[in-house]
Structures are given as C-alpha cells and as structure tokens.
C-alpha cells in the first residue's frame, strides 16, 4: 500500500471537539483498510485568506497532517467523507516520496581527512564537471574598464 499525507484545516474549536473530529477521521481511514503512521498538530494559526465551508467563513483554523497507508481506490471515499464534515474547513490527500535509504557510514570513514572521502571526492569531481568558462569581455578593451 503506497504511504498518503492528509492535510486538513480544521475550524476552532475546543480541545474536546477536535478531539472528537480527529477520532471520526482515524474512523474513515480505518473502516477502509488504512493504517495511520502519524499524526501532527501543526497548531493553530491565521488563515492565508478568509475561507468559507459549509456556509461559515473563517480566519484562524487548526492545521493537522495524517500520514498513512491505504489502497489507492480508498482515496474517494474518504475525500468525499471528509468533504462532507463540518468541521474539516479544506484537506487535501498527497502521496509521499519514497524514503531514500541513506547509506551507512562507519567511523573511521568519518574520520579520514575530508580529500580522502569519497562523498567529498564525488562532489569535487561534480564540480570539475561544471567549471565555468572565463569571462570574455567583447568591448575591445584589453582591460575591463568598471573595475576599480
């Protein structure tokens, strides 16, 4: 099952509300076979703009990301329930990157002098690739006559 982020606006609300809300959420991704890996509060803050939902504008909201696996064709159904709650002021389902695996080091390569390194040997490299032609002036000047 390929890993989603969902984010969501909620509206302000009291702790137990959102509480109650972020419950119905975990509810719609379980009942279709997800499994939820995370939840963050991003807290709650203005609004870029004033957004209207449900027939109520507003200007601060509670800002949430789920992170979770499903299958792809769950992905309707749960928009379309979230579309539907009052509270949820806008969401929006992304699916995330791979993770990169990030290759083990030990500590004596740590420890060898930077020139012995093959990353920063890779990267010197990648920059001798792309060495920058010397600047040429074209105004017939054996000198570049702004330079003081």
């Known amino acids: 099952m390929p890993t989603y982020e969902l984010s ?8 137990p509300e959102v509480v109650s809300t972020l419950r119905r959420t975990a509810d719609c991704i379980f009942t279709r076979g997800g499994i939820i890996r995370k939840i963050d509060n991003l807290g709650t803050k203005p609004t870029p ?3 209207s ?3 109520l504008v507003h200007r ?4 949430f990301i789920f992170t979770f696996d499903t299958p792809p064709h769950t992905l309707d159904d749960i ?3 979230l579309g539907r709650d ?11 990157d791979k993770e990169e695996t990030i290759p083990k080091c030990t500590l004596h390569e740590e420890l060898l002098p930077p020139a012995y390194r093959k990353d920063v040997r890779d ?3 990648l920059g001798q690739k792309y ?18």
């Open 8 to 15: 969501m606006l909620l509206r302000q609300m009291s702790r």
């Open 49 to 51: 703009y004033r957004m």
């Open 53 to 55: 939902s449900h027939g």
């Open 60 to 63: 601060t909201a509670s800002y």
């Open 79 to 81: 928009n379309e329930e």
């Open 86 to 96: 009052v509270d949820v002021i806008r969401r929006h389902v992304y699916l995330t």
């Open 123 to 125: 990267m010197v490299q």
């Open 131 to 148: 060495k920058k032609p010397k600047y040429e002036f074209k105004c017939g000047f054996d000198y570049y006559p702004f330079q003081t």
